[in-house]
Nanobody
Framework: QVRPVESGGGLVQAGGSLRLSCAAS????????MAWFRQAPGNEREFVAV????????DYADSVKGRFTISRDNAKNAVYLQMNSLKPEDSAVYYC?????????????????WGQGTQVTVSS
């Protein structure tokens, strides 16, 4: 299984930047598409960004396009999320996970796990 550990969250002012990191254990890490999700209090967990197993293809939620960039380093079993021009509505706990595509929706891969997440708080 791919077990993620997220880090890099914190408190930042609107317009600022943060870079989240996800260290994933599991010797087959490089075979999985990896994604970031987020969950704000009272809301369901929502998709943020995904990157293909080889790192060539990416996709983003409309709400973060042009502001967030997902990347990965398979040699380090790591996935990153660079977040720029942050808004208060970006405040949430951010999670990374191995994912699989069903139809047009990304889901937690059967071999994936949710980590503890990392809190991002954007003040206005």
């Amino acid at each position: 299984q791919v077990r993620p550990v997220e880090s890099g969250g914190g408190l930042v002012q609107a317009g600022g930047s943060l870079r989240l990191s996800c260290a994933a254990s599991g010797f087959t890490f490089s075979m999985y598409n990896m994604a970031w999700f987020r969950q704000a209090p009272g809301n369901e967990r929502e998709f943020v960004a995904v990157i293909s197993w080889i790192g060539v293809s990416t996709d983003y939620a409309d709400s973060v396009k042009g502001r967030f960039t997902i990347s990965r380093d398979n040699a380090k079993n790591a996935v990153y999320l660079q977040m720029n021009s942050l808004k208060p509505e970006d405040s949430a706990v951010y999670y990374c996970a191995a994912v699989a595509l069903k139809g047009s929706t990304w889901y937690l891969h059967p071999q994936g796990q949710w980590g503890q997440g990392t809190q991002v708080t954007v003040s206005s």
